[in-house]
């Protein structure tokens, strides 16, 4: 299985900061990540595919890149509504597709 | 809008069998990828597996031997049926969409149901 590592757990920050956080593969996917955010008692939704593909009505501060092992998922100008878990997913092998095990972006 | 639906009882008894469905309204099973993932509470996601084209299906190796998945095309829904249930079932269910069949399996998943919790008790 393709482990994904994700860094940090916890990101503290507030309302107009730039956040970056990490996802590693352990072993190259090329440039088939994903990354999702998820809101407590809701399912991960989809921000980023293909490593930098914004998916459509997703906001432009959110910004994917990397490919091979090494990803990042940066938002500029945090809003309030971007406090919540942030998941990659690979999907180059999928028996199993595997995930991160999430950061979480909290309001400091 | 492609909209699913996951549907399922939330309690289940230990070394029971667990039967969820996915209805998928809005568009065709047959044109998609379908994979159920699951989350323990306060835990991350797991891919359990998938179905395409109603009986082709792939699973993960760590669940693959109490797993089965499949379409179900005349009430355009998705079914997952888990064997020999311990507490450490005990998640929410998610269906996810994943790629068109003709381009493959390498797509990430762009719809998700809402969920379903299942706890597994006596």
């Known amino acids: 299985d393709i482990q994904m590592t994700q860094s940090p757990s916890t990101l503290s920050a507030s309302v107009g900061d730039s956040v970056t956080f990490t996802c590693r593969a352990s072993q190259s996917i090329s440039r088939w990540l994903a990354w999702y955010q998820q809101k407590p008692g809701k399912a991960p939704k989809i921000l980023i595919y293909k490593a930098s593909i914004l998916e459509s009505g997703v906001p432009s501060r959110f910004r994917g890149s990397g490919s091979g092992t090494e990803f990042t998922l940066s938002i500029t100008s945090l809003q309030p509504d971007d406090f919540a878990t942030y998941y990659c997913?690979?999907?180059?092998?999928?028996?199993?597709?595997?995930f991160g095990q999430g950061t979480k972006v909290e309001i400091k | 809008q492609v909209q699913l639906q996951e549907s399922g009882p939330g309690l289940v008894r230990p070394s029971e069998t667990l039967s969820l469905t996915c209805t998928v309204s809005g568009g065709s099973i047959t044109s998609h990828y379908w994979s159920w993932i699951r989350q323990p509470p306060g835990k991350g996601l797991e891919w359990i597996g998938s179905v395409y084209y109603t009986q082709n299906t792939d699973f993960n190796p760590s669940l693959k031997s109490r797993v089965s998945i499949s379409g179900h095309t005349s009430e355009n829904q998705i079914s997952l049926q888990m064997t020999s249930l311990t507490a450490a079932d005990t998640a929410v269910y998610y269906c996810?969409?994943?790629?068109?069949?003709?381009?493959?399996?390498?797509?990430?998943?762009?719809?998700w149901g809402q969920g379903t919790m299942v706890i597994v008790s006596s």
């Open positions: 997913q690979q999907y180059k092998d999928f028996a199993p597709y595997t």
């Open positions: 996810a969409r994943g790629g068109e069949v003709l381009t493959g399996p390498h797509d990430a998943f762009d719809i």
